[in-house]
């Protein structure tokens, strides 16, 4: 799946992209290795406009690992509200102690040894080692693998472990070494504004000209990983992850679409939405995800 003959192009449509449109983050500013933590930590699961005010108030009162480390738990509920899942505090604030304790109250520019702090995981510890220390080291986040399933095609599920090594190593390909920090950041800036989960803007895009996706114009239709099944009786998420009614719907007229034109998306022949598309010739070849 990688394409090294690719990288240099994609790197630098990317970058220059990037260069133009990145929005004006706090965390943007510093190359602070804690401060970026910081903001890894809070943005899980969280929009980027309510992670601003609480990551200044935050930084402002714990400064340092050091800072943290000594917080007691009703600082700590204070300093993170408007954010919500203390867990990730907690966590924050042990992985603040370990530092002290291990590296002297110094982030550690290693990757590895970011990686084995609590609370930071594969891709916390790339997004520090890269952005903050200039480490070579790519992060893989929902919105990279969505760009890169999209861009490069991968059919398989991303959560699975042979989509998540194929999409990986495409974004290793494509890593700028010169400028791993900008280029992570990039890529999270282009999933998270352009190639947007469902409504892509391709025509904004800075890579378009060679993604698979837009070329077999199945942008909306890739998301990399599965999305699970709605309880909703009226409407059922199928693997492309639009939003599709079933039960209350009325199909096409011609119930069974011409094969041709299928073109991987949930067939209105089929009785059921698990039901394999058994009938139909050309589904593996369209890579159907119903016959995955
Ligand atoms: S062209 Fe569209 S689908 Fe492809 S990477 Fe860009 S925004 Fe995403």
Avoid at 77 to 85: E, N, P, S, T
Avoid at 168 to 194: C, H, I, K, S, Y
Avoid at 213 to 236: D, I, K, N, Q
Wanted: aromatic share 8%.
């Amino acid at each position: 799946m990688p394409r090294r003959a690719d990288a240099a192009p994609f790197a630098a449509r990317l970058l220059r992209w990037f260069a133009a449109a990145r929005r004006d983050l706090p965390w943007r500013r510093t190359r602070d290795p804690w401060a970026i933590w910081v903001s890894e930590i809070m943005l899980q699961q969280t929009r980027v406009e309510a992670v601003r005010a609480p990551y200044e108030r935050f930084l402002a009162r714990f400064p340092t690992p050091a800072s943290f480390a000594a917080a007691s738990d009703d600082e700590l509920l204070v300093a993170w509200r408007g954010l919500g899942y203390y867990r990730r505090a907690r966590l924050l604030r042990d992985g603040a102690r370990a530092v002290v304790a291990a590296h002297d109250g110094a982030v550690p520019a290693d990757a590895a040894a970011l990686a084995e702090l609590p609370g930071v995981g594969a891709y916390t510890s790339a997004a520090v080692a890269s952005i903050a220390f200039g480490l070579v080291a790519v992060a893989v986040d929902g919105n990279v693998e969505r760009v890169v399933a999209r861009h490069r095609g991968v059919r398989e599920r991303v959560d699975a472990a042979p989509g998540r090594r194929a999409v990986r190593a495409q974004a290793e390909a494509w890593l700028d070494a010169a400028q791993p920090g900008d280029f992570n950041q990039a890529m999270m800036e282009l999933g998270a504004t352009v190639c947007a989960p469902t409504s892509p803007r391709c025509g904004d895009c800075p890579v378009a000209a060679d993604c698979v996706a837009r070329a077999e114009g199945l942008a909306a239709e890739f998301w990399g990983r599965r999305p699970p099944l709605s309880t909703s009786p009226r409407v059922r998420r199928w693997s492309s992850g639009r939003r599709v009614r079933s039960a209350a719907a009325s199909p096409p007229a011609n119930p069974t679409p011409a094969r041709s034109s299928c073109r991987g998306r949930a067939c209105w022949s089929a009785s059921t939405p698990t039901a394999s598309p058994t009938s139909c010739a050309s589904a593996s070849a369209r890579g159907c995800a119903w016959a995955a």
